[in-house]
């Protein structure tokens, strides 16, 4: 059984600049859920895909979008970076509609803007 | 949201038992209480999770008490490499925020020997 696995490990961008951060899901796992953890902080949910479709989000703007595709892995696309965006991007994988589950995080990727 | 509450910090003697309190009077009858730890920037690990039984595995045992507005998670022998973060999670149970973790600030626990 595969864990989650994220891409790439470290990350330095430029303020305005886009990014594209990836993820694939656990084996078994058909959910996808991201989360930006700033340093110090717990991590912040930022929303979650289901049959390649959000199905929740947190409060991040709209510059915060994602895809997930037919083999459940997914992306997380931010716009117009901003120095605040700085933190660590986690990704977790889950079974939807199984009440009795437990989501499996991924090392994360660590986005630096300067 | 139902949020969490815990202390910031504990210490815990190596051999010891590991108790670490946390409180979600706002809780649903219907969403969970998960545990998850957190290594120095690695991303959270599973412990445990309940809804209203006691449960245990082979890492640790979560009491809930019966009004469900706290809960303990309980490392029994605790190791130096149990020293983490602690993080109490109520998970969300509907609507859309369903399957939302929210975290709050966490416990950090330190095992010394």
């Known amino acids: 059984e595969t864990g989650v696995t994220q891409s790439p490990t470290h990350l330095i961008k430029t303020r305005g600049q886009q990014v594209t951060l990836r993820c694939s899901s656990q084996?078994?796992?058909?959910?996808v859920s991201w989360y930006q953890q700033a340093l110090g902080q717990g991590p912040q949910f930022i929303f979650q895909?289901?049959?390649?479709?959000?199905?929740g989000r947190g409060n991040f703007p709209p510059r915060f979008s994602g895809l997930q595709f037919p083999n459940y892995s997914s992306e997380l696309n931010v716009n117009a970076l901003e120095l605040d965006d700085s933190a660590l991007y986690l990704c977790?994988?889950?079974?939807?509609?199984?009440?009795?589950?437990?989501?499996?995080f991924g090392s994360g990727t660590r986005l630096t803007v300067v | 949201d139902a949020k969490t509450t815990q202390p910031t910090s504990m210490d815990c003697a190596e051999g010891r038992a590991a108790n670490l309190p946390c409180n979600h009077s706002?809780?649903?009858?219907?969403?969970?209480v998960y545990w998850y730890r957190q290594i120095h920037s690695q991303g959270p690990q599973y412990i445990i999770h309940?809804?209203?039984n006691n449960e245990t595995n082979e890492m640790a045992s979560l009491i809930i008490t019966e009004d469900r507005k706290s809960s303990t998670l309980i490392l029994p022998h605790a190791t130096l490499r149990d020293t983490a973060v602690y993080y109490c999670?109520?998970?969300?149970?509907?609507?859309?925020?369903?399957?939302?973790?929210?975290f709050g600030q966490g416990t950090i626990l330190t095992v010394h020997p």
């Open positions: 309940g809804l209203k």
């Open positions: 999670i109520v998970r969300h149970a509907g609507g859309t925020s369903y399957g939302k973790l929210t």
């Open positions: 084996s078994g796992h058909n959910t």
């Open positions: 706002t809780i649903s009858g219907n969403e969970y």
């Open positions: 977790a994988s889950s079974l939807y509609g199984d009440e009795d589950y437990g989501y499996t």
């Open positions: 895909y289901y049959r390649e479709e959000e199905n």
